[in-house]
């Protein structure tokens, strides 16, 4: 795992070695083990590693193809990386699946990616073409930030490295609040920063040396969605668990896979990698995405305990009926039944919770003092503010969210970061 920063500028920057030292020391969070940096034409491009697999120092980043052609640095994990190595033609120097997607691009093109199973975050950089590839995995897993305008890409792993190249001030996106206390997340491209943008999941942006950008989507979800009545339960089961080893339904289940899980994912990154600690998301592997869009029938994802309740159902809100009325997880849970104790198999889901109602009296005191002066709070609805949450059961997580914005607020937009 690992922290990528970067920036092109059209005019030379005197000092750029300083801003990308500034950049790459902004993540050392991340990645304690190493770090390096190199000049390209019109900017640098920086790297912090968190090795995990592969600790030879050769596998240190930036990394140069042999011919100096082409050089990389990288975020995350190949995980097929030792099978498409047997692809290669040219001699490899290190063990590492960032030698391979290297050497893949330099060999077959961007294309390459198709071929990787994983999780990843790049900027790829041709120096014949002199252009740059910034790309991101399938379904966002990791991130990538940038800015651009008429004179600087700059782009980062974290926003934080976007504002310490020191280019660019930091605005605050007022159009994000709203859809932050209704998601607890804001969905891609948008970020809390006026200008600073997600690069799309499943995407990458070819960037030349005039800052033209070309955005390219090389992965979506399926388009097919089975809803077949008509299956065999075994054989599907047998090829859901080999999928599963080897490694929700319509509107709502393409909603959680294109906004909801990447929000979700978000929070994953920012706290482990906090602590350099790498998590993996195994249910997010896209082979066993795009099996289960296209082949698990409905009824095997979410199975009703009788017709009838599907209809009632219907008419009651789904904290009542699920996991009463039905089974999520089916082909999940039939898996986990030959590996775990009955009660663990069929426990109702539990999230990981903070007792925010129950701290509302302390979070109210922390409200009155942090959102008197705020500039995008109307601190007169303040009181029916608090009234309204107390109404509602996520009252504590409704309060934390704008003490939260106002926190997040202080600490990134009172501040001078350009120099």
Not at 279 to 284: C, G, N
Not at 298 to 327: I, T
Not at 357 to 372: D, P, R, S, T, V
Not at 399 to 415: A, D, H, T, V
Request: charged fraction near 30%.
């Amino acid at each position: 795992m690992c922290g990528i920063n970067g920036f092109i500028c059209k005019r030379k920057i005197e000092d750029g070695e300083y801003r990308i030292n500034r950049m790459n020391d902004s993540l050392r969070h991340r990645d304690p083990n190493a770090e390096g940096y190199i000049e390209i034409d019109g900017g640098y491009i920086g790297q912090r590693r968190l090795a995990v697999i592969d600790v030879d120092l050769r596998s240190n980043q930036p990394m140069w193809t042999s011919e100096k052609d082409a050089v990389i640095v990288y975020n995350g994990e190949i995980y097929n990386y030792r099978e498409l190595k047997s692809r290669l033609h040219g001699k490899l120097r290190t063990e590492s699946d960032t030698e391979v997607l290297l050497a893949g691009i330099k060999e077959y093109g961007i294309d390459w990616i198709k071929e990787c199973n994983g999780m990843f975050a790049f900027a790829f950089v041709d120096a014949r073409e002199n252009k740059m590839i910034l790309c991101r995995d399938r379904l966002g897993i990791k991130p990538l930030y940038y800015y651009m305008d008429k004179e600087h890409l700059i782009f980062s792993s974290e926003i934080k490295g976007i504002l310490n190249s020191g280019l660019i001030e930091a605005k605050f996106n007022r159009d994000t609040t709203d859809e932050y206390l209704g998601n607890r997340y804001v969905r891609e491209p948008y970020t809390f920063f006026e200008g600073i943008y997600q690069v799309l999941a499943g995407h990458y942006l070819i960037i030349n040396r005039d800052l033209e950008t070309k955005p390219v989507k090389y992965w979506n979800l399926p388009d097919e969605f089975n809803m077949d009545s008509k299956y065999d339960e075994d054989e599907l089961y047998d090829q859901f668990k080999a999928r599963w080893w080897m490694l929700y339904e319509e509107n709502v289940f393409r909603f959680f896979h294109q906004y909801h899980i990447k929000g979700l994912l978000q929070r994953v990154d920012t706290m482990t990698m906090y602590a350099s600690i790498e998590a993996r998301v195994p249910f997010l592997d896209h082979k066993l995405i795009e099996f289960v869009y296209k082949e698990v029938p409905y009824e095997l994802k979410l199975r009703w305990n009788r017709d009838k309740v599907k209809k009632k159902a219907k008419k009651r809100p789904s904290s009542f009926y699920s996991e009463r009325w039905d089974q999520p997880k089916y082909l999940l849970r039939r898996l986990g039944s030959e590996l775990l104790p009955e009660d663990v198999v069929n426990r109702k889901k539990m999230g990981f919770p903070v007792p925010l109602n129950i701290w509302f009296e302390e979070l109210k005191e922390m409200g009155i003092k942090l959102l008197k002066d705020s500039s995008w709070f109307d601190y007169a609805q303040l009181e029916k503010l608090y009234e309204d949450c107390k109404k509602n059961i996520r009252s504590g997580q409704l309060l934390w969210m704008f003490i939260n914005i106002e926190l997040f607020r202080k600490m990134y937009f009172e501040r001078e970061w350009r120099y």
